[in-house]
């Protein structure tokens, strides 16, 4: 059985850089910063068979502090950055759910509010709402 935990990046500090949720290089503020070390706390001890992490800073920072706790390296992938809606990401994402159901273990995946809710119903268990620094276990049969 495959189980996929969606983590979503904790709180970025966009009004530090005056810049839509869009750009890469938004930070974690503090808030979001503790929020990955509780992420880090909870999920230490899950054994995971793959990681993939959208390339954006905020999802890497929410990932950092989990990452000695790893014994797989990170896939960094441009296909979970965040996106307005619209068919060319879904395609794109649609490759990527294939990808999910052909694992047999569990995976993290790290990104953002609408991959997260594209994601999930893609396999058919939606969160329609997925909170900053919250993450979500998917069991896939």
């Not at 904790?10 to 869009?22: D, F, N, P, R, T």
């Not at 503790?34 to 990932?63: G, H, I, N, P, W």
């Amino acid at each position: 059985m495959t189980a996929v935990y969606f983590l979503r990046h904790g709180e970025a500090a966009y009004e530090l850089e005056k810049v839509s949720g869009e750009f890469p290089g938004v930070p974690l503020n503090e808030r979001g910063l503790s929020q990955s070390k509780l992420v880090a706390e909870a999920l230490k001890e899950v054994d995971f068979s793959e990681v993939y992490c959208s390339d954006m800073r905020r999802t890497k920072d929410t990932l950092g502090p989990l990452l000695p706790f790893l014994r797989v390296p990170v896939h960094y992938d441009s296909r979970l950055r965040e996106f307005d809606d619209d068919k060319d990401n879904a395609s794109i994402l649609d490759c990527f759910v294939e990808h999910l159901l052909a694992i047999d273990d569990n995976v993290l995946v790290v990104s953002h509010f609408n991959v997260i809710r594209y994601l999930s119903l893609r396999l058919n268990a939606p969160i329609r709402n997925p909170v900053c620094g919250g993450w979500y276990r998917i069991n896939i049969p």
